[in-house]
């Protein structure tokens, strides 16, 4: 046998070796317990099903006075709270000016209820 012979032979040998067949057998030969192939569950055809009318409970909402009746009204400016003063800087540097950013505002809405609004405090530094 010559040496073209020999490497062709080894060349055959690992085709054969690598082919997708015996790979899988030589894998699953290697497994100690066999795989239990599952079957998909039986799905029904769509519209095989007549139709039924469907059925529901009701359920009424509880009933509430929540919620703020329009138009709201200030009542009072005096009551107002701020917020700690702050400096706000115009974007080129030469304007400034004090402000107190208001806190809480007391108002009534068309039912005479009183409506309490809390402002969240700015940030003491302007972008």
Do not use: C
């Given at each position: 046998?010559?040496?073209?012979?020999?490497?062709?032979?080894?060349?055959?040998?690992?085709?054969?070796?690598?082919?997708?067949?015996?790979?899988?057998?030589?894998?699953?030969?290697?497994?100690?317990?066999?795989?239990?192939?599952?079957?998909?569950?039986?799905?029904?055809?769509?519209?095989?099903?007549?139709?039924?009318?469907?059925?529901?409970?009701?359920?009424?909402?509880?009933?509430?006075?929540?919620?703020?009746?329009?138009p709201l009204q200030e009542s009072n400016f005096t009551e107002r709270t701020y917020h700690p003063e702050i400096e706000?800087?115009?974007?080129?540097?030469?304007?400034?000016?004090?402000?107190?950013?208001?806190?809480?505002?007391?108002?009534?809405?068309?039912?005479?209820?009183?409506?309490?609004?809390?402002?969240?405090?700015?940030?003491?530094?302007?972008?």
């Amino acid at each position: 046998m010559t040496l073209a012979d020999e490497r062709r032979a080894i060349g055959n040998g690992i085709t054969a070796a690598r082919q997708s067949q015996q790979l899988v057998s030589d894998l699953q030969s290697l497994e100690s317990q066999r795989r239990q192939i599952g079957a998909l569950n039986e799905l029904e055809r769509r519209g095989a099903r007549p139709a039924t009318p469907g059925r529901a409970v009701y359920k009424p909402q509880a009933a509430s006075s929540g919620g703020i009746a329009s138009p709201l009204q200030e009542s009072n400016f005096t009551e107002r709270t701020y917020h700690p003063e702050i400096e706000i800087k115009s974007t080129d540097g030469l304007l400034s000016w004090k402000v107190k950013p208001i806190h809480e505002v007391y108002m009534r809405d068309a039912n005479n209820a009183e409506v309490k609004m809390i402002y969240a405090q700015p940030p003491t530094e302007t972008p």
